[in-house]
């Protein structure tokens, strides 16, 4: 199988959730973007399957939902502000940090 | 704010197993190297990015990103030197070595083409992988770069392995030992395949092409700048430098063959590969200054001597009509010089040659029976009227071919012009320079043109479409753009066409109106002033004709058969009135004695003019006029024959003089001459038209020879014979327009060079009066250029001009240093 060709990807959190994304969704992040990478041959690459094994399902989801609002948003302007839960926000910015977002 | 009070913030969590147990920055590495190994060894798929990335951003979390930095350069420079580049000198075979130096060794070169080859491949695999491997290094290593960059420390660890390949592969010895470098090896193999491909063998152009990326891709320092690439610092320069004398020697080898069309064919057929060249197998960025280096060195500094090869060069390309070859040569001149000098040096030089061949032709044809006319210049008058006829003849006939011949070399130009020069502006002008400088060469083009729309204007029309017209005028009217001495040309203009006016030669007046309009656009409206006065004066005349008809009718004239008069009414300045009167200096010139009827009609036209325009002077100029009679010739059969004769009013005084004398009696030529009046010289012309022209004899001469002497005798021809009723009788070489004479050519140019003195004296007026006060030079100046348009003031004449002015004090000298003139109110 060709997974560069799939239009989806799958991202899975360290406690096992799996979120199955466009591939330009997920590819707002400069992380995953490099780790699918058509010519590049790691192992994501080919199967189109990403292991974070950094971020727990509750943060991924958040991050999952940020992909698709900036996917959704893209190209405007006055976009309403997405709710960010206060008690997520610094692994949130940790994780934007590492996925390089 | 309220609302995030109430929510605690919790602090991040290690999420994992990972987080469990905190490793150390030793034990990371040795799994990030060995992973980094297998990158290198393209066994990647086995790694997973996300696992790489998370060990770099650890160790980057660890504040020891630059540790980390450092390692994974040592890493890959122990690659390179310890994998790589036993893989890229055990490329290079014996035989690159051996030639490095010689750039062509046929011998061998299909050899050493194929190492080459090997070895660029080599290369080329090396350098791919690299980069591709170094790419997923730098991904991977992602977060840690981004650390490092932040700090300004160090530069990125692509950077830095891109900078790694060139120091440990390009810049490592071919040999172990050997002075030899990679990156010098490489240099000469590609000069070599290039200079292959340059004498016609096909080579491996992407392969070539790859490793010209590879130098693109490179820098000579670790900052990257655009300038530092390292084919521009090391293969472009030596590029150009072997193209340099490549293309010297290709020059001089292309003029050994002494073939221009070649060489021009064969140059832009290079100019095409050397862009192809850039195109495919080297960067773009090269190709204007290989370009440059071509024109340079293969063109501008061979052009002008193609372009005068003997047999071969421009010269010949003109005169066979190969436009091809002339285009190809336009355009390689045109890359070197926007002037385009060299070109327009031959062929201008080839213009004025064809021009005075053409000058010459007109000047050599006509003196065929020289050696009689130059006898005939010391005899008497009535030789040379009759015995020059012939040559005159010949001699218009010549004018007009000469301008017909250059119309045809100015069609030939315009045509080499338009297809092979591109139009091109600055050609344009320098072949109209030419075409006027050999025009004005010959002294009489000026006659010769007006020769040629006269004849044009009389005869050449007839039958032809209006656009047709057009076009002939039109090609005329180009010459006269090119005629300096546009007065001169004026004065011959008006002096046939008066003739064609007066004895109603013109074809068609339209054409006359539409030539006059013509001019009055090319040459402006004070030129053609007195033309179209001439035009005027002949409406009015036929206005005053009518009228005089009209009144006579009324009056009742007492003379029993009146006479029908159409007079042509010229005001005398604006006609040239010397052709009329043929009165040479010195002599008076007495009217002509009328015969009682015609005497009696002209009083009575002058009654009627005068009555009309209080205080002016008529005087008739019968040797222009023409006039129809009815003459009765009794057949020795007892019948009478009629015909309707139409001559020239002299003609007429003359037969009508045999109307007094008794049948069978002769008139001998004194006695014509002092009954008439006649001038010596028209009368020879009348009498010799009358009396010797074959088919128009009404008169017989005794005795019967060509040349008319005073005691010759005339009589009444009553045997005259004709097929036609009218008969028209020509004055011998009267009424057509020719070239002069040399005679009349001095009084021409005496007659000029007076009015051109008049023109001056005007212009110097005018000028003064404007500026009161003007230095010599700047006088001078402005005088040629007000008189440009007409013709080219001598010097010297201008001079004389201002002294005569100053000594008539219309002028005054201010100051002599510098000269300086006052006008004197």
Request: net charge neutral; glycine share 4%; proline share 4%.
């Amino acid at each position: 199988m060709d997974s560069s060709q799939s239009e989806y990807v799958t991202l899975v959190s360290c406690d096992g959730f799996e979120f199955i994304l466009p591939r330009s969704t997920a590819c707002v992040s400069g992380t995953i973007r490099r780790m699918l990478h058509p010519s590049s041959k790691f192992s994501e690459g080919i199967s189109g399957r990403c292991v974070l094994d950094d971020m727990t399902g509750v943060v991924l989801e958040k991050v999952c939902e940020y992909f698709c609002y900036n996917e959704k948003h893209k190209d405007q302007a006055n976009v309403p502000d997405m709710d960010i839960p206060p008690e997520l926000c610094l692994e949130l910015l940790m994780a934007a940090d590492y996925l390089d977002t | 704010m309220a609302m995030r009070a109430r929510h605690k913030i919790r602090a991040p969590r290690r999420g994992g197993t990972s987080a469990a147990k905190p490793e150390s920055f030793d034990a990371i590495w040795s799994v990030l190297s060995s992973s980094l190994t297998e990158i290198n060894t393209k066994n990647a798929s086995t790694l997973a990015f996300e696992e790489l990335y998370r060990h770099a951003y650890k160790i980057a979390l660890m504040m020891r990103g630059e540790e980390l930095h450092d390692k994974v350069k040592e890493l890959e420079q122990q690659w390179l030197q310890n994998n790589v580049q036993k893989l890229i000198t055990g490329s290079i075979s014996s035989i690159l070595v051996r030639t490095h130096n010689s750039l062509d060794a046929p011998d061998q070169s299909n050899e050493r083409r194929e190492a080459g080859e090997k070895f660029l491949a080599a290369l080329k695999d090396a350098w791919e992988d690299h980069q591709l491997c170094m790419g997923m290094v730098t991904d991977v290593l992602m977060y840690m770069d981004r650390m490092v960059l932040a700090s300004h420390t160090k530069p990125s660890i692509y950077v830095v392995c891109m900078a790694l390949f060139r120091d440990h592969i390009l810049r490592s010895s071919v040999r172990p030992g050997s002075e030899l470098k990679v990156i010098e090896m490489l240099e000469s193999t590609i000069l070599f395949m290039i200079q292959l491909e340059r004498s016609g063998h096909m080579i491996e152009r992407p392969l070539i092409r790859h490793c010209i990326q590879m130098m693109e891709g490179l820098y000579e320092t670790i900052t990257e700048e655009e300038s530092t690439k390292l084919y521009l610092t090391i293969f472009e320069p030596a590029f150009l430098d072997t193209s340099k004398d490549f293309y010297q020697a290709e020059g001089r080898r292309l003029l050994e063959i002494g073939d221009a069309a070649t060489f021009c064919r064969m140059a832009i057929q290079r100019i095409v590969e050397e862009q192809e060249r850039c195109q495919y197998t080297l960067a773009i960025t090269t190709q204007p200054k290989i370009l440059d280096l071509l024109d340079e060195h293969l063109i501008r500094t061979n052009i002008a001597e193609v372009v005068n090869l003997e047999g071969t060069g421009v010269r010949h390309m003109l005169d066979h009509n190969h436009l091809d070859a002339l285009r190809d040569i336009y355009s390689l001149n045109a890359r070197v010089d926007p002037k385009k000098e060299a070109l327009a040096k031959a062929v201008n030089k080839r213009i004025v040659e064809m021009g005075k061949d053409i000058n010459a032709l007109s000047k050599q044809f006509p003196p065929t029976p020289a050696p009689s006319a130059k006898k005939d210049e010391k005899s008497d008058r009535k030789e040379k009227a009759t015995d020059k006829q012939r040559p005159v003849n010949q001699q218009t006939e010549s004018a007009i071919r000469w301008v017909d011949e250059i119309l045809a070399l100015k069609r030939k130009f315009d045509d080499v012009w338009e297809k092979a020069f591109l139009s091109d502006q600055g050609l344009e002008s320098s072949i109209m320079g030419s075409f006027s400088d050999f025009i004005n060469m010959n002294p009489r083009s000026s006659e010769f043109l007006s020769l040629f729309f006269d004849e044009n204007l009389k005869k050449g029309i007839k039958g032809k479409t209006e656009s047709e017209v057009d076009a002939l005028l039109d090609n005329g009217i180009t010459l006269l753009r090119y005629i300096k001495d546009k007065d001169l040309f004026e004065t011959y203009y008006k002096k046939h066409l008066s003739r064609r006016l007066l004895m109603k030669r013109a074809a068609s007046m339209d054409a006359e109106r539409q030539m006059i309009s013509k001019m009055k656009m090319e040459v402006g409206n004070q030129f053609t002033q007195r033309i179209e006065a001439m035009f005027k004066d002949m409406t009015i005349s036929e206005d005053l004709s009518a009228n005089y008809k009209d009144h006579v009718s009324k009056t009742g004239d007492p003379d029993q058969k009146p006479v029908d008069l159409e007079v042509n009414v010229l005001t005398s300045n604006m006609w040239p009135m010397d052709i009329m009167a043929s009165t040479k200096e010195g002599t008076v010139q007495l009217p002509c004695i009328y015969p009682k009827e015609i005497s009696s009609l002209i009083h009575s036209f002058e009654r009627f003019y005068l009555g009309k325009h209080n205080g002016r002077k008529l005087s008739w100029q019968a040797s222009m006029g023409t006039g129809d009679i009815r003459a009765t010739f009794k057949r020795p059969n007892g019948k009478v024959q009629r015909y309707e004769l139409n001559v020239s009013t002299y003609a007429m005084v003359i037969l009508m003089l045999f109307n007094d004398t008794p049948d069978g009696e002769p008139l001998t030529y004194q006695e014509i001459q002092m009954r008439t009046q006649i001038p010596d010289h028209d009368l020879i012309r009348n009498l010799q038209s009358l009396a010797v022209a074959p088919k128009t004899r009404v008169l017989k001469k005794d005795p019967m020879s060509k040349n008319v002497q005073p005691a010759d005798r005339f009589f009444f021809n009553h045997e005259f014979h004709s097929p036609f009723v009218k008969v028209r009788i020509g004055v011998v070489s009267g009424g057509a327009n020719k070239v002069e004479n040399t005679d009349q050519r001095k009084d021409t140019e005496q007659k000029m060079s007076e009015e051109r003195g008049g023109t001056i004296e005007a212009a110097i007026v005018r000028i003064m009066k404007q500026r009161k006060n003007l230095m010599h030079q700047q006088l001078m100046t402005e005088v040629i250029s007000q008189l440009n348009s007409r013709f080219v003031p001598d010097v010297h004449m201008i001079k004389r001009r201002i002294e005569s002015l100053i000594d008539r004090e219309y002028l005054e000298r201010i100051s002599e240093e510098p000269p300086t003139y006052g006008y004197i109110a």
